[in-house]
C-alpha cells in the first residue's frame, strides 16, 4: 500500500539474521527481502554474491521491502559473516556426514525464539541456488534445518526456503519466561571460539600432533566442530584457553 511506513512492521525484539551465501541472482535477493518483511525480519546478510552488489534487479523484486535491502551486510566469506553470532543453523536437504541436531521447520521457529530470548545472537545460513551450503559452510552452524517435503519433488527456490523458516519464527510464541541476570550464562561468540581453534592448532602443530599432513585439514575441521557443537559459554572458554597457557608455559613451545 502506498504510503506504508516498512520500518514500523519490522519484528519488535530481538531477530534471526538472514545469511545468504554467494546468492547467484539479484531476483532472489529481492524476493528475499519480501519473504523476510512479510514477517517482520530485517537483517540480512550477503556473502559473496555472484550477481553483484548493490543489484538492480534485487530491488525491483523486492516489492518495496526497502528497509530490508538498504541495511544488507556484505561478507568475503562465511566465517566472517557469522563471527558475531552464538548460534548458527544451517538449512539443507541433502545428508551431511557431521554430527548436528536436525531441527524440522517448526522446531527450528521454537528453538531460535529461545535463543533470542536467552539473549544470544542468532543466523540461519542459506546456500547458493543450483548447488546449496558447502560441507565447510554446514561445518560453521551448529544445527541444520531440514524441511520435510515430497521426496519426489523436493524443489525449493531460496526465497520460499527463507519464507518457511521466517514463518515458523514468526508463528511461535515465545513462552520461556526471561533468564535472570542471575542465572544467565553469557555464549561465547563464534569469533572467540575460532581464536581459541587457532591457538589450539598452533599447539598441535608445535607438538607434531598432526602427523599426516593429508589428514590434517580433515583433522582440524573435526575439532571445529566439536567446539562449536559445544555451545561454549563464554566462562567455559576462558577455563580452555587457561589450559592452553597453561601447557604452553610448562612445556617447549611456542606462545599462542
Known amino acids: 500500500m502506498a504510503g506504508t511506513d516498512h520500518r514500523r512492521e519490522a519484528t519488535d525484539g530481538p531477530q534471526p539474521v538472514v545469511v545468504l551465501v554467494r546468492p547467484q541472482m539479484g531476483e532472489n535477493i529481492g524476493t528475499t527481502a519480501r519473504a523476510m518483511l512479510n514477517f517482520g525480519l530485517t537483517r540480512l546478510r550477503l556473502v559473496a554474491p555472484l550477481c553483484g552488489w548493490p543489484n538492480a534487479k534485487a530491488v525491483n523484486a523486492a516489492s518495496g521491502a526497502s528497509v530490508v535491502l538498504n541495511e544488507v551486510e556484505l561478507f568475503d566469506d562465511t566465517r566472517a559473516a557469522v563471527a558475531d553470532l552464538h548460534r548458527v543453523f544451517a538449512t539443507t536437504a541433502r545428508p551431511r556426514e557431521m554430527v548436528k541436531p536436525v531441527f524440522t521447520g517448526d522446531a527450528a521457529g521454537r528453538e531460535l525464539r529461545e535463543r533470542l530470548t536467552g539473549g544470544e545472537r542468532v543466523g540461519v545460513l542459506f546456500g547458493p541456488e543450483r548447488t546449496g551450503l558447502e560441507n565447510d559452510d554446514v561445518a560453521r552452524a551448529d544445527a541444520i534445518v531440514s524441511i520435510p517435503l515430497n521426496p519426489g519433488f523436493a524443489s525449493l527456490n531460496l526465497a520460499q526456503a527463507v519464507l518457511l523458516v521466517a514463518y515458523e519464527f514468526h508463528r511461535a510464541h515465545d513462552t520461556t519466561p526471561p533468564l535472570r541476570a542471575a542465572d544467565a550464562l553469557e555464549p561465547a561468540a563464534k569469533a572467540d571460539v575460532d ?12 607438538t607434531s600432533f598432526f602427523r599426516s599432513p593429508d589428514r590434517r585439514d580433515k583433522r582440524i575441521q573435526d575439532l571445529e566442530m ?7 559459554q563464554q566462562v567455559e572458554l576462558q577455563t580452555l584457553r587457561g589450559v592452553i597457557k597453561g601447557l604452553v608455559q610448562r612445556g617447549r613451545f611456542r606462545s599462542v
Do not use: G, S
Open 226 to 232: 566439536l567446539l562449536h557443537r559445544r555451545e561454549l
Open 195 to 206: 581464536r581459541l581453534l587457532a591457538d589450539l592448532v598452533a599447539l598441535l602443530d608445535d
